[in-house]
């Protein structure tokens, strides 16, 4: 990575205070039908970009992770997030929609505050909390 590549502009009009991670799509996977966008977890929930609007916009139709959405992970087409006090969440749509995220019996996230998440291809995917330890969900 060249950090003398240039300057960093702001992104948009940021309405939504502390910001704690990013996640957009793949390099090279946008489409005519699925265009460039990024998903940005916050203080006061997600918010999504995409650079033909250049407006940050709060998904709408409920149910939505709510509050403080620390950390998100792109596993395959889906953005998965991490909430305080509300577990995991995962979208399908480039985070226009979102669902609690089914848990695998005796993987005890519901409620829990996620801090971090990782996806590792053909391993799984990792969440962080700050008090409830390191917990994996096989995914290829």
């Known amino acids: 990575c060249d950090d003398t590549a ?7 009009d940021a309405p939504f205070g502390d910001a704690f991670d990013v996640a957009g799509a793949p390099p090279g996977e946008e489409t005519e039908t699925s265009p460039a966008w990024v998903v940005l977890a916050t203080a006061r929930g997600i918010y999504r970009y995409r650079p033909d609007d250049n407006a940050w916009l709060q998904p709408t139709a409920p149910p939505q992770p709510a509050g403080n959405v620390f950390a998100l992970a792109q596993v395959h087409q889906s953005v998965i997030a991490g909430v305080q006090n509300g577990g995991v969440w995962t979208s399908g749509d480039m ?6 995220f089914l848990m695998t019996p005796g993987l005890t996230l519901a409620g829990a505050t996620v801090i971090d998440l990782v996806y590792v291809p053909g391993d799984g995917l990792y969440a962080v909390t700050p008090s409830n330890g390191v917990w994996r969900l096989a995914l290829p």
Request: net charge negative.
């Open 6 to 12: 240039g300057d960093w502009p702001e992104v948009g």
């Open 95 to 100: 985070g226009a929609t979102w669902s609690p």
